[in-house]
């Protein structure tokens, strides 16, 4: 085998991995996690533009190689290209799927544009006389409001707290929501 460990096998090295792999020695998985991953996850990386999201998917490309290691021909080509099909297009499946643009809608905004571009730390509600209108609305809907904009809860973080179902939670908050409208409309103009 060749001396540096990130050095790529060469075509007889990679045939007689192979054959170590259908044996089943997970020996030769360690030695193909060492030579190809980093390569494997730089085109990942390419295509996801997400370097911990990559790091998952070279982790489940690298399962499907182990299980469908059977699959390769060495006839269509050399091991390494064959892997990185195999990892490109799990990454690709992945950019499709709902999963990936369920993360990629909700991770999290730290360092970026949109966390600037949030109210100044100094902003109170109170100043603006929002927690006397809610001294308007019904018991069962302020304690929602509290909580939510108040409280900084989440929808589901207030359901919790307050014992109640999720859908009631929205439900009070959306009709909160519009008494306070209606009740800020005279104040407003």
Not at 50 to 60: I, T
Not at 142 to 150: A, G, N, Q, S, T
């Amino acid at each position: 085998m060749t001396s540096t460990a990130s050095a790529l096998l060469t075509t007889e090295e990679e045939l007689a991995l192979v054959e170590r792999m259908l044996a089943r020695d997970e020996r030769a998985l360690c030695l193909l996690q060492e030579r190809y991953a980093r390569h494997l996850q730089q085109a990942i990386v390419r295509l996801v533009r997400d370097e911990v999201l990559a790091q998952d998917l070279l982790q489940e490309g690298l399962l499907k190689i182990w299980l469908s290691i059977d699959r390769y021909d060495p006839a269509r080509g050399r091991l390494s290209t064959w892997m990185m099909r195999v990892c490109c297009n799990h990454a690709i499946d992945a950019l499709r799927s709902p999963a990936f643009r369920f993360y990629n809608a909700n991770k999290s905004l730290d360092g970026s544009s949109a966390q600037r571009a949030q109210a100044p730390a100094t902003f109170n509600p109170d100043h603006i006389g929002l927690r006397e209108l809610t001294s308007e609305l019904k018991p069962r809907l302020r304690e929602v409001i509290e909580l939510l904009y108040f409280g900084g809860c989440t929808q589901v973080e207030a359901a919790e707290q307050l014992g109640i179902p999720l859908a009631t939670v929205k439900t009070r908050a959306r009709t909160a929501l519009g008494v306070l409208a209606r009740v800020a409309r005279p104040v407003l103009r």
